[in-house]
């Protein structure tokens, strides 16, 4: 899941200063989970910005903003209300804003801050423990991720800075190191810890990362 | 041609160790600025009263005058620095690069940390780099040692460093970071400063747990100044790592005001008492903050003269 948060509606209408006519998207997916860019965050926008004088020529919310054949084909389903637009307000994650920005000539502006892959830990409470980092190094760490969850990445142990187990730059988070001792401990996996891990590797995707499928063979 | 730096006006921390001497060693804290005299006079008082000097890194995540830089200058005034080395600031390329420099300026000892979290510092907004973190920091050198750089390619011309490295001995949980402590010294480290300890009693269980681990490797004892009963309160609320106990507290809360920087020193100097009388530790590492000026005051209540150690 890509957590996004929303912009200040202050910024948002920054944004489109000079567009009298908006179309607004948000997504199905992640967005909608984040209330960032569902239904219901969508009509909200679409009413504020008509309060502020704007005339929304279409809103529509609809899954994967962030899949580019897949945005094009919603704007050509919305081919009036897309041409009457002077500019698009995207509610969702960056790649769903720059899939919009595939889709139009026209300016595109994002209403939201993406933040994090996170997990939902319960409805509304969000945690990042993956950041995509290309080198997945789970395994050796009873699958507790210090990349992610200790805040200076840290592969081979805690800082002086961990007090009671919490990490010293929020007493709300957990040691990550803390975390994985106790768990390597449980598993009588100890030895994990006492390995030497060396400078990791930040190039494995280089940036901008691109993933081609092989195309699959004949009948396959 | 033969610059000042190049000599070696002092003997280094690895032969004064190697030879069994109870390590002294001090801290500069260099500004934030280019005013530099005040520092100047601080490495002019205390370069003859201890064996080196410590030169921090942006300490607390502060930006200030380069420990690089600091650590040169105590070089051409005669004093022997021991150049503090973090990995927020700085990818391993930068590091390589600075310790190749540092070598060929006749600094001797580095000490390696991982750095602060960003957040806690002046420049909150700015990207913390940790592209590596202590232990790797202790491999990268010995590699560079023997060397080839962690990228792998041939260094022309190896560097040669007494490899340092600190330990929390009031860390909670203990285990982990003793099982660190242990990685470090398998990563090269040479001998250690302790983040501050008070509590006597603990600092005696965790060197007995440090030498079972280890007894040749050398510790020293890290000792913060106490100033006030509000830092200590500050301290023992904020600083994780660093604990002090209730009868130490008593001690400065229980003196007049006037009369608590004078307590400070004079815990201090018991601690280093303590630490070579009983053979605690292989030195102690005295950190000052802000108070360096008292330093000598330190040494002289604690009945310390490094050329009599």
New interface residues.
């Given amino acids: 899941m890509i957590i996004s948060t929303s912009k200040p509606f202050e910024e948002v209408l920054k944004e489109l200063e000079g567009e009298d006519n908006v179309f607004v998207v948000g997504c199905g997916l992640c967005a909608t989970t984040c209330e960032t860019g569902g239904e219901e965050q969508v009509a909200g926008m679409k009413a504020k910005l008509e309060a502020e004088g704007k005339n929304v020529t279409g809103a529509i919310v609809y899954d994967e903003v962030c899949h580019e054949l897949n945005t094009k084909r919603k704007f050509r389903e919305n081919k009036e209300a897309v041409e009457a637009a002077d500019g698009f307000l995207v509610m969702c994650c960056g790649a769903g804003v720059q899939a919009v920005r595939e889709a139009t000539e026209k300016d595109v502006h994002p209403a939201c801050d993406t933040v994090f892959l996170g997990n939902i830990q319960r409805y509304g409470d969000f945690i990042q423990k993956c950041s995509l980092c290309g080198d997945c190094v789970l395994e050796e760490f009873g699958a507790i991720c210090p990349v992610t969850r200790c805040?200076?990445?840290?592969?081979?142990?805690?800082?002086?800075?961990?007090?009671?187990?919490k990490c010293?730059?929020d007493k709300e988070k957990d040691c990550a190191?803390?975390l994985?001792?106790n768990q390597l401990e449980k598993m009588g996996k100890?030895d994990r810890?006492?390995t030497?891990?060396?400078?990791?590797n930040?190039q494995t995707i280089m940036k901008p990362g691109r993933v081609v499928l092989e195309k699959k063979g004949e009948g396959g | 041609m033969t610059l000042l730096i190049d000599k070696h006006l002092k003997p280094s921390l690895q032969e004064v160790m190697e030879k069994g001497t109870f390590l002294v060693t001090g801290e500069i804290g260099p500004p934030k600025g280019t005013d530099i005299d005040e520092m100047i006079g601080h490495i002019d008082l205390l370069k003859d009263l201890v064996h080196g000097m410590n030169i921090t890194d942006n300490q607390s995540s502060v930006m200030r005058y380069p420990s690089l830089a600091t650590a040169l200058i105590i070089k051409e005034k005669g004093g022997e620095p021991n150049l503090q080395v973090t990995c927020?600031d700085r990818n391993?390329m930068a590091i390589e690069a600075d310790l190749l420099f540092a070598y060929t300026r006749g600094i001797r000892s580095v000490l390696c940390l991982?750095?602060?979290?960003i957040?806690?510092g002046d420049h909150p907004d700015s990207k913390?780099v940790?592209?590596?973190?202590?232990?790797?920091l202790l491999?990268?050198i010995s590699g560079m040692e023997e060397g080839k750089d962690?990228g792998g390619n041939e260094l022309e011309g190896a560097v040669e460093f007494y490899k340092g490295a600190?330990v929390?001995p009031e860390?909670?949980?203990i285990?982990?970071?003793m099982?660190?402590f242990?990685?470090k010294i398998?990563?090269g480290a040479q001998f250690f400063q302790t983040?501050a300890v008070y509590d006597m009693d603990n600092f005696k269980r965790f060197m007995e747990r440090a030498r079972k681990i280890d007894d040749k490797v050398k510790i020293c004892a890290g000792l913060v100044l106490l100033t006030s009963p509000g830092a200590i309160k500050y301290m023992n609320n904020n600083v994780?790592?660093v604990f002090i106990p209730e009868d130490l507290a008593k001690e400065m809360t229980d003196a007049p005001k006037e009369e608590r920087l004078k307590t400070g020193i004079r815990i201090m100097a018991r601690q280093i008492r303590q630490c070579i009388d009983e053979k605690l530790c292989d030195g102690v590492h005295i950190m000052a903050i802000g108070k360096e000026g008292v330093v000598p005051q330190i040494l002289d209540e604690a009945g310390v003269d490094i050329t009599k150690l």
Avoid: M
Wanted: proline share 9%.
């Fill in positions: 805040h200076k990445g840290i592969l081979n142990g805690p800082c002086g800075g961990t007090d009671e187990g010293e730059t190191w803390t994985i001792y100890l810890f006492r030497i891990y060396g400078p990791k930040w | 927020r391993r991982t750095g602060d979290s957040p806690v913390g940790f592209d590596i973190e202590s232990v790797q491999q990268l962690t600190i929390t860390a909670d949980p285990e982990p970071q099982i660190k242990e990685k398998e990563a983040q994780p790592g």
